[in-house]
């Protein structure tokens, strides 16, 4: 029999009248943990939650990783290639998608109010899944590369200020060297992302349409954007090791939180592999770049975030620890006479440690039960309901995004189960200061 388990149970399931100050110490130190492992669960959901909901809705107006020609940096060329370079690009191991898109700058003119835009071509081969998720109003149109009907996704932002909706016909104007073209769009459908820097200037239309704008041919394009899958596998946390790109443990950690590892950077170096000293078909060189180095400023803040969570973590850790390490001290002090009979009995002072640090761990097991039942539920409840609002304007999302994480969340109770039982064993050595003799005249 463990003898300091069985003790310790017993002073855990004693609910006499006798020990009337241990009680609300316990229950305080009971909501202590608990409080403190909904807040940590709450928060890691919450930010998770931000962090593939705005990445999400960046790649999914954009892509993963964009290849252009090198002078388009400069001048704006085209980038001029065939579906050899496609079919090779989507051989590489992680992208899924490789689609073609043409930019063109453009001014969208009603008789009240006019608005600079930027018209983004795409045809047949473009996936349309986020911005089907993201329409307000009207439909998708079927984007063609080989004509055109003139059709026009704008966003809300766009539709409010010039006063459309699905249906309206509206001309746009686009600047050229030496002239200025006009064409009539018709206006299918109406988008809303809450991403100021896409509601604000992007439309989408056919590819053919963008391609006569600019006065370019069917085998020029502004780019190329991949599709990459994200998701991790025990196959390419491997490839990553072997390739020294990740340490075991980074591996380890990794494929358990499912967090963003290298992806990008990993099938950015694979693309710079089949791109590399290749020229596209007017003789210029290509260059790809990835989602986080178009948009740095995006990304820098959504990594700001682990920092806030981690000071949060630390917090509540130690507020359950406080608490956990008062409750204790209470129990040990009232227990003084218990302590002091063991003794004469000839129990060992590490063995009545043992005691008080498994009774310790009862309280901080109860308290993650309660723990995850508040924490689960809210964010379960946020998730199904959506009852906290944000301003979108500030955090691109109209309501708080959550997204619950089993491993993150058993990962979080192992770590505080073990921080407050560490925390324990310092006073649990308090009962080696305790003679047998005195003990009996405590009260």
Known sequence: MNFPLFIARKIYSDK???????????????????????????TVSVVMGFKHTISNKVTGFGSHITLQNVEA???????????????????????????????????????????????????QDYDTTFIKECLVEGQLPQFCDSATTYPLLVSKTMADKLRLHAGDRIFAYFIGQDDVKARRFTVTGIYLTNMKRFDDLMCLTDIYATQKINGWQSNQFTGL???????????FLRRLIDEGYLTRPAALYANVLSQEIPVLDITKRDVLNVVKNKTDLDGNYITPQTIVEAYPQIFSWLQLLDINVIIILALMIAVAGFTMISGLLIIILERTQMIGILKALGAHNIAIAKTFLWFG???????????????????????????????????????????????????????????CVAVLIVPSMLVMFIHPARSMHYE
């Open 225 to 235: 954007e991949l599709l990459l899958n994200t998701n991790t596998d025990m196959a």
């Open 16 to 42: 006499g009248d006798r020990h009337k100050v241990s009680r609300p110490a316990i229950r305080i130190a009971t909501i202590g943990v608990a409080v403190g492992l909904a807040v940590m669960i709450v």
């Open 73 to 123: 940096i400069y001048n704006g060329s085209p980038l001029c290639t065939d579906s050899t370079l496609i079919n090779q690009l989507e051989g590489i191991d992680r992208v899924n998608h490789a689609q073609r898109y043409t930019l063109a700058q453009g001014i969208l003119k009603t008789d009240d109010d006019f608005m600079g835009v930027i018209l983004k071509g795409v045809g």
């Open 361 to 419: 761990t009862f309280v901080i097991g109860r308290g993650l039960l309660w723990g995850n039942i508040i924490g689960i539920g809210i964010v379960l409840l946020q998730q199904y309901t959506g009852i906290i609002t944000l301003d979108p304007q500030t955090y691109y999302v109209s309501q708080a995004p959550v997204e619950l994480s089993i491993p993150l969340v058993v990962l979080v109770n192992l770590c505080t189960l073990v921080t």
